[in-house]
């Protein structure tokens, strides 16, 4: 081959090598798009790194939201895991301890140096902040999968990745990817790519009649670097009226008294007001009363009463201050036969 010859095929060899080097690197050109692209429970948490949060989840405390914030101080090389210190505060009163926390999907390590007290915090943890480890553990999913998964309850949707939006909560506006699955009603998730916890939760439980309640809901309150400062305990008294949705959704309860200041030695008289789902009077309503002390020992229990235009008054004389329970568990409402299913309000009160 002459040299003009040569010349003139080396434009064509050049395009032929560039061709091929971009073939073969467009697997690895997508794997690492990919590799951007996914999220788990625990992606981008750091060292000295702090979140706080405000959680309502169904069996928690019958549903109150409470405060909890995480901080990441330490990670432990050799058990793979974070020492995070953690306190919850509740009705003003501050709970904490140190969860360890796997770097897997942050799950509380039996190795977690907590109070018995933090106990039914850390399970409404597990319950909502943590709930999407069951779908995505390290190194996570696509953002942009067709498919994460299905709860193992029959019918809905499964859940998945629905498309972009942007998110305001308390701690600031961010850019998501919405999490959704659809079960009698849409439940949303939003999630920050790079960021340990989802920022929002608005999640129903899984119920055949009635508005579905709230499973876990979840908005991001503050996150930021440096130990965050603990507050001190205050005792916050709840005052009438309160109310609450029983477990599966099908009735409100609300719950009044009067004086509003409850002291020991004198008369209160608690009025119950029962409505259905739809916040209508319910009628022929029977029920359980009873109110326990904080130690879980009974200072009053009624049976089998009945409320037939849908109110009820029950009168208590408390002998000890300090935190109580309030507990109505309705039996039979309207000309139904009595339910297989418990239905429940809990109400906390504080009696000084």
């Not at 409404?124 to 390290?138: I, N, Q």
């Not at 129903?204 to 499973?215: E, K, L, S, V």
């Not at 200041?261 to 029962?274: P, Q, R």
Request: proline content about 7%.
């Amino acid at each position: 081959m002459g040299i003009s010859q040569f010349s003139l095929c080396k434009p064509i060899i050049t395009i032929v090598l560039i061709s091929t080097i971009l073939l073969l690197s467009q697997p690895h050109l997508k794997n690492a798009q990919a590799a951007d692209d996914l999220w788990y429970v625990g992606d981008g948490a750091k060292k000295d790194m702090y979140v706080t949060y405000r959680v309502q989840e169904q069996d928690t405390n019958s549903g109150r939201p409470f405060d909890i914030t995480i901080y990441f101080k330490d990670y432990n090389s050799t058990g793979h895991y974070w020492v995070a210190p953690t306190f919850v505060v509740d009705q003003g009163r501050v709970i904490n301890g140190t969860l360890n926390l796997s770097d897997l999907d942050l799950t509380a390590l039996g190795s977690s140096k907590i109070p018995q007290e933090m106990n039914v915090y850390r399970s409404g943890y597990t319950s909502s902040l943590k709930w999407l480890s069951s779908f995505v553990t390290k190194p996570g999913q696509s953002l942009t999968a067709a498919y994460w998964g299905k709860i193992a309850s029959i019918g809905g949707s499964p859940i998945s990745p629905s498309g972009k939006a942007t998110v305001t909560v308390p701690a600031g506006t961010f850019d998501t990817t919405v999490i959704l699955w659809h079960k009698g009603i849409d439940n949303k998730i939003w999630i920050k790519d790079g960021f340990p916890y989802p920022i929002k939760a608005q999640t129903f439980a899984d119920i055949t009649t009635g508005n579905p309640p709230i499973q876990f809901a979840f908005d991001l309150l503050a996150t930021g670097q440096g130990q965050p400062k603990q507050p001190e305990s205050k005792s916050e008294i709840p005052v009438p009226p309160l109310e609450q949705r029983t477990e599966r959704g099908t009735y409100i309860i609300s719950l009044t008294w009067e004086p509003v200041t409850i002291k020991t030695g004198n008369t209160t008289k608690f009025g119950i007001i029962f409505y259905d789902d739809k916040k209508n009077l319910e009628t022929e309503v029977g029920y359980n009363f009873a109110v326990v002390d904080s130690k879980g020992q009974l200072v009053l229990g009624k049976d089998n009463q009945l409320a037939p235009d849908g109110t009820a008054i029950q009168r208590v004389v408390f002998q000890n201050p300090g935190p109580a329970t309030v507990k109505v568990l309705i039996t039979t409402a309207g000309s139904g036969s009595p339910s297989n299913f418990v239905e429940t309000g809990q109400f906390g009160i504080v009696v000084q």
